[in-house]
């Protein structure tokens, strides 16, 4: 353990040193909110603007259907919903408020409908700039339920453009229904199912019914998500420092006097320790600057947080981490090159993620079904398919322990083979080893 640590220890310190490792730790949160804002403000500034309208919306009614009166309703309507978005907006992003405000009411603002009498008059006006577009209402309106749109030929097709038919629908049911139904039955029959004012329950194990927590049950499926992105940045971060460092070592003729001193599965595992640790350090620092960029989301997670859960799916991501990126590290060690140690490494990796992310639906659905459990089961695939399952709060307890026991089994197996091959690729210089010769040494690791 003395000399484990010793190689930890030297791997860890020799990582965070690096030029290359600083620039990543510390500027990828800066180059992120760039590119994230770039990407992200730009298209929201792009929609605030295609959204506005900017001027009336003309509207000849031929069939004498339309009812002016209901536009005020067909506005108020949706009031309600653009305060609660505006305040949810604020809670979310305090500093951000002003803008999130702005963008909203720039792309929710009312829709004024001007009249006019006549299809000529109505031209005259878009000929002039007065109005953005004008829709006339047939005579035949009622039987065949067409509209007519009049627009200048280099309109946009914005978002304004579909606001305004929207609006438009709404007048026309309203002045429809005006005065044929209760005042109260018109907006219920535009919305016959109030989100906000429904609830959902569920049927317990137990037999008890229960509020049904949408939030909860997001949260719980978060959990298992994040976690496997961290399992894939944390293997494929680690992977490149240890696969970059043991080319150089290689160069430098520096292994052999290594190799004297600790046996290789004891270097291995210290080596994927010390990186293990530079690279949580690294996710470290990026969750610590988005959890500042996003505090109340953070604690809102927080609130949320199953403890059950977060620390059975921190077990699978410890022990994954161990076994594939031994096996990453020992068969990627092979290679002759850089090249070829990528590719070695990237098949474990995608033995890991690809049959979870095939049936992740399946997995859902039937936790504990044949395929679900299977996979769980299978030290490869356990790590990602057990935190998906653990997300559905389904999982039996004699269940969970199988699978710990099995991928715990499956990290001494890798630790052990991974160390044999990571001996032979490390002492071979320019060749890659032939078959026979990783059989022979998978054999003698035991």
Request: include cysteine; charge should be positive.
């Amino acid at each position: 353990m003395n000399r484990i640590g010793v190689v930890a220890g030297r791997e860890f310190l020799s990582t965070v040193k690096r030029k290359s490792y600083l620039i990543v730790t510390f500027g990828m949160p800066f180059f992120a909110a760039i590119y994230f804002g770039a990407v992200g403000l730009l298209p929201a500034l792009f929609m605030a603007q295609s959204g506005a309208i900017k001027k009336d919306i003309g509207l000849v009614d031929l069939a004498g259907v339309v009812r002016l009166d209901q536009a005020e309703s067909v506005q108020d309507s949706g009031a309600a919903a653009l305060k609660e978005a505006q305040e949810l907006a604020g809670r979310l992003a305090p500093r951000a408020s002003g803008a999130a405000k702005a963008f909203l009411e720039e792309t929710t603002a009312r829709v004024n409908f001007r009249p006019f009498p006549s299809r000529e008059k109505a031209l005259d006006a878009l000929r002039s700039g007065d109005i953005e577009r004008f829709y006339l209402v047939p005579a035949d309106y009622v039987k065949l339920g067409g509209v007519e749109n009049y627009q200048p030929a280099d309109a946009p097709l914005n978002i304004g453009r579909a606001r305004a038919r929207e609006a438009l629908e709404s007048l026309l049911g309203r002045s429809l229904l005006a005065g044929k139904v209760p005042d109260g039955m018109i907006e219920r029959i535009e919305q016959p199912i109030v989100q906000a004012a429904s609830e959902s329950f569920v049927l317990r194990e137990d037999g008890s019914i229960g509020p049904f927590d949408r939030t909860s049950r997001i949260a719980k499926l978060a959990i298992p998500g994040v976690f496997g992105i961290l399992l894939l940045m944390s293997l494929m971060t680690s992977a490149g420092y240890l696969l970059q460092g043991v080319s150089e070592e290689k160069e430098n003729r520096v292994i052999e006097v290594i190799l004297s001193s600790v046996r290789p599965d004891q270097l291995l595992f210290g080596k994927l320790l010390g990186l293990g640790a530079a690279g949580l350090l690294q996710l470290a620092v990026w969750l610590s600057v988005a959890t500042m960029a996003t505090s109340l989301l953070a604690a809102a997670a927080l609130a949320l947080l199953d403890f059950k859960l977060f620390a059975g799916c921190l077990v699978f991501f410890v022990l994954g981490y161990l076994m594939i990126g031994s096996l990453m590290t020992g068969t990627g060690a092979l290679g002759s090159n850089a090249r070829e140690t990528q590719q070695f490494a990237a098949i474990w990796s995608l033995m890991t993620v690809l049959p979870p992310a095939l049936t992740w639906i399946v997995i859902f659905d039937q936790p504990n079904g044949w395929i679900a459990r299977g996979l769980g089961w299978f030290p490869l695939t356990s790590p990602i398919t057990m935190m998906l399952r653990l997300g559905t709060g389904q999982v039996a307890l004699w269940d969970f322990l199988v699978a710990v026991i099995l991928l715990a089994g499956g990290v001494y197996l890798a630790i052990r083979v991974s160390g044999a091959l990571f001996r032979l690729g490390l002492l071979m210089y320019g060749k890659r080893p032939t078959l026979r010769e990783i059989l022979r040494q998978v054999r003698h690791a035991w």
